[in-house]
């Protein structure tokens, strides 16, 4: 099933000077032909890109640094972000721009947000299931929030919190925080548990939730638990642990996501309004410590993931291939794996996986992006993290 060839560990580097940095290529093989693999820049952490209407590209850097990409250089940090608190899986995360970004310029962005008052004792109480990500000396009372704020020239104006993640809570993990608009106009969140397990199931806690929001932060009356007592009117779907992809199906006009599951049972979601995704009653994967969680098959109220991974490839990014480089990745859903160092392709039958592949870039890819002229833009994840361009390669295989 996974055709990948050796080529690329062994792969000769061309290297092209001309650009402010080298600009380093190599090729790797896919089922589809060669792909040439280009970095077009350096980063620090980065999260999340998107494409301006001009054909500038915003990119995210964990640390809180946003910067423009434009004609193969990286711009200084964007001024006017409200301040981001910087702490493992935790800082500056998604970037996107508004559907009529060409005459309002606003932009919007996901983040880890400090409360504004602490608590004079802020030590957790200890949940055993927590494990190794426990950490004792993490006392920071904080949550994923969402700001606007229109761009002009290097800096954001008139940011403003537009959503904030409910309650606020202690740790380090699972934020969520992938931005997506519907083609009708609203704001799709992604929110992760926070690693704390049973707020996905709770109404009242946007923890471990989908949300939907109108782009001024008011709520669309449509949204299925408005008027649902003791309900936040935000919550499109629920049950969800830590989904950091999140793309609309252009063929169905459905949201599709991605979660990442705890040992094992990563899943890719179909997203239906008020449906219940099972975390963490169920899970495909078990705890980290091996104790068993019960698969979504023995509960039938739970929405079933398309797909499920075991061991984990910790999904990341997505988006629905729509340009003519790769032709044959057309409506393909394709997102990056962080532990398995891939780009995940599915092939999709309506709303069926026909085929998987996996291309082996031995590099934590964080996220993804078709640029205008149907190449791949990715962003590798870590200290040194990159932006690299994929297109077809030249060269032949054997
Ligand atoms: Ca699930
Ligand atoms: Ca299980």
Do not use: C
């Amino acid at each position: 099933m996974l055709r990948y060839s050796t080529f690329a560990a062994s792969a000769a580097l061309s290297l092209v000077v001309g650009s402010p940095m080298q600009v380093r290529a190599e090729e790797l093989g896919s089922k589809t032909g060669p792909i040439e693999v280009e970095q077009l820049a350096k980063l620090d952490n980065p999260w999340g890109m998107t494409r301006l209407s001009d054909g500038r590209m915003l990119i995210t850097e964990k640390p809180g640094r946003l910067r423009i990409y434009e004609n193969g250089k990286l711009s200084d940090p964007i001024k006017g972000l409200p301040k981001v608190e910087y702490n493992a899986q935790g800082g500056l995360l998604d970037v996107e721009i508004d559907p009529d970004f060409a005459n309002n310029g606003l932009v919007y962005w996901s983040y880890t947000e400090a409360a504004e008052q602490q608590p004079a004792d802020a030590r957790d109480v200890r949940d055993p299931r927590l494990g190794q990500f426990f950490d004792d000396n993490d006392n920071v009372l904080k949550g994923t929030a969402v700001a606007r704020g229109r761009l002009e020239g290097n800096e954001i104006q008139d940011a403003k919190v537009i959503w904030r993640q409910s309650p606020k809570t202690i740790g380090r993990n699972h934020y969520g925080g992938r931005l997506v608009f519907s083609p009708d106009g609203h704001l799709f969140i992604t929110s992760g548990d926070r690693q704390r397990f049973e707020p996905a199931q709770d109404l009242g806690s946007t923890l471990g939730k989908v949300v939907r929001i109108n782009p001024d932060g008011s709520i669309p009356k449509d949204n299925p638990f408005v008027g649902t007592q003791g309900a936040l009117p935000e919550i499109w779907s629920y049950g969800h642990r830590n989904p950091l992809g999140a793309a609309i199906n252009p063929v169905s006009g459905q949201l599709w996501i991605h979660e990442m599951g705890p040992k094992g049972g990563d899943e890719v979601n179909v997203i239906e309004p008020g449906k219940n995704y099972g975390w963490p009653v169920v899970s495909d994967g078990n705890n980290y410590d091996d104790s068993p969680i019960p698969d979504h098959a023995t509960r039938t109220e739970f929405q079933t993931p398309l797909r499920s991974w075991n061991p984990s490839i910790s999904p990341s990014g997505l988006l629905f291939y729509a340009g003519h480089r790769f032709p044959q990745w057309r409506s393909n859903a394709v997102f990056g794996g962080l532990s398995s160092k891939a780009l995940i392709r599915l092939a999709l039958d309506g709303d069926k996986v026909s085929s998987e592949e996996r291309l082996a870039l031995n590099k934590r890819v964080r996220d993804v992006l078709e640029d205008t002229d149907g190449s791949l833009l990715l962003l590798v994840d870590g200290d040194d993290g990159e932006l690299l361009r994929l297109t077809p390669g030249k060269r032949t295989f054997n």
